[in-house]
């Protein structure tokens, strides 16, 4: 069985309760749930379904927004791609944030533009990730110092960003060249060998690096079989010779 969505085993009680709650749609609760990210983004926890109610309000009441607050959002759903958490988050911005500026039809004020060039730099991360280019993601990261203000609150993020590439390369593949590998990871010398031995289990052996099996890079046959009953054919062939009305 499946974890369900609102699933989050670090929620305090209190955050709980207003998210079963009616308060979960007072606007006096934004303070909590800004206070709730802030917390996540300290301790490297993860709450979406909160942090989706913290955006829904400031959707209701844009006056209450903080663009800072909406930036730690978006940087945390990076922390657990290749789940939609990040495009959940963009529907419930507003649509002259997700435009881009020279595009845009909105005439943004200063505000608006900081938080929609910040949304437009975080996307290009994001697709870089759901790409798979994970060399380039290191090197857009680096390349802007507005990329690293944007994930200066989240703590351990890049070692959080780490753990996702290696678990999603796990899924594909067996063995893996080094090299390529250390571009993947942004990681060279030891502190490559210690992530990839101590922290993933992999093991280290020359220019490759072996990846033990699971059940999502095992390769396995399909055998597909089709139960199909005779009658369904005489259906089939009857129709055929009926007379159009």
Sequence with gaps: MGVPFDYAPDRPDHIDQILNGLDRYNPETTTVFQDYVMQQCENQTYDCYANLALLKLYQFNPHLARDETITNVLVKTLTVFPNPDFALGLSLLPPHVLAPLPSSSHNPAAGDAALSEAVQKLNMLKNLLEGADYAAFWSTLDSDDLYADLVADVSGFEEQ??????????????????????????????????????????????????????????????????????????????????QPA
């Design 161 to 242: 960003m780490r753990v996702r590439i290696a678990v999603t390369v796990s899924q594909a593949v067996r063995e893996v060249d080094k090299a390529i590998l250390e571009s993947w990871l942004n990681l060279q010398g030891k502190e490559f060998e210690h992530f990839v031995g101590s922290v993933c289990g992999w093991e280290l052996g020359g220019d490759k690096i072996k990846i033990p099996l699971n059940k999502e890079n095992e390769a396995k046959g399909t055998v597909v079989r089709e139960n199909v009953k005779f009658d369904q054919f005489s259906r089939v062939i009857r129709r055929a010779f009926e």
